[in-house]
Antibody
Framework: EVQLVESGGGLVQPGGSLRLSCAAS????????MSWVRQAPGKGLEWVAN????????YYVDSVKGRFTISRDNAKSSLYLQMNSLRAEDTAVYYC???????????WGQGTLVTVSS | EIELTQSPATLSLSPGERATLSCRAS??????LAWYQQKPGQAPRLLIH???NRATGIPARFSGSGSGTDFTLTISSLEPEDFAVYYC?????????FGQGTKVEFK
């Protein structure tokens, strides 16, 4: 069974940093692109970033370029999102998602809430 | 950036009725469109990929059609568990984008 479990969310002040983690299991992690998708409270979905199987290609939505960094550790079957210079508009539930590149976003974690507020 | 426009914003129907949801892209996206269902407090679930292919375990009452710029998700006969928000998403051009969602609610 595919499982994606996010952690690392919480309350952070504007300008602060946070690192999200996603532990994957139930599939060959290093065979898949991986993504982060977010959802602001009461709003729709926004794709944030994704990363190729070997980490050599990474793509970001414009609003997070230069502030967020996606990475992965295939030995640990883990995905990460380093978020710096956080803004109020980054407040959202962040989902770890399998694929979203070669194929659709086929499996989603339950999400971790990031709140940026003073 | 490719914009996806979903209509209607809200669909008020009763169990057993047919639901027809639309997603229109601002430019051609071939068949690279997926549909997701999201219930309150839950993560989205993949229903349809590549415009018309049901994902694993999705009931046959869900079907997708379309190509280019116009796409449709049809639920042939609504079950109580189908009342939710539905999103379309394209993966034709970076950045991947989602529609704003259609809420299917009880009439």
């Amino acid at each position: 069974e595919v499982q994606l479990v996010e952690s690392g969310g919480g309350l952070v002040q504007p300008g602060g940093s946070l690192r999200l983690s996603c532990a994957a299991s139930g599939f060959n992690f290093d065979n898949y692109w991986m993504s982060w998708v977010r959802q602001a409270p009461g709003k729709g979905l926004e794709w944030v970033a994704n990363i190729k199987q070997d980490g050599t290609e990474k793509y970001y939505v414009d609003s997070v370029k230069g502030r967020f960094t996606i990475s992965r550790d295939n030995a640990k079957s883990s995905l990460y999102l380093q978020m710096n210079s956080l803004r109020a508009e980054d407040t959202a539930v962040y989902y770890c998602v399998r694929d979203c590149n070669i194929g659709p976003c086929d499996y989603w974690g339950q999400g971790t809430l990031v709140t940026v507020s003073s | 950036e490719i914009e996806l426009t979903q209509s209607p914003a809200t669909l008020s129907l009763s169990p057993g009725e047919r639901a027809t949801l639309s997603c229109r892209a601002s430019q051609s996206i071939s068949i690279y469109l997926a549909w997701y269902q999201q219930k309150p407090g839950q993560a989205p679930r993949l229903l349809i990929h590549d415009a018309s292919n049901r994902a694993t375990g999705i009931p046959a009452r869900f079907s997708g059609s379309g190509s280019g710029t116009d796409f449709t998700l049809t639920i042939s006969s609504l079950e109580p568990e189908d009342f939710a928000v539905y999103y379309c998403q394209q993966r034709f051009n970076w950045p991947w984008t989602f529609g704003q969602g259609t809420k299917v609610e009880f009439k």
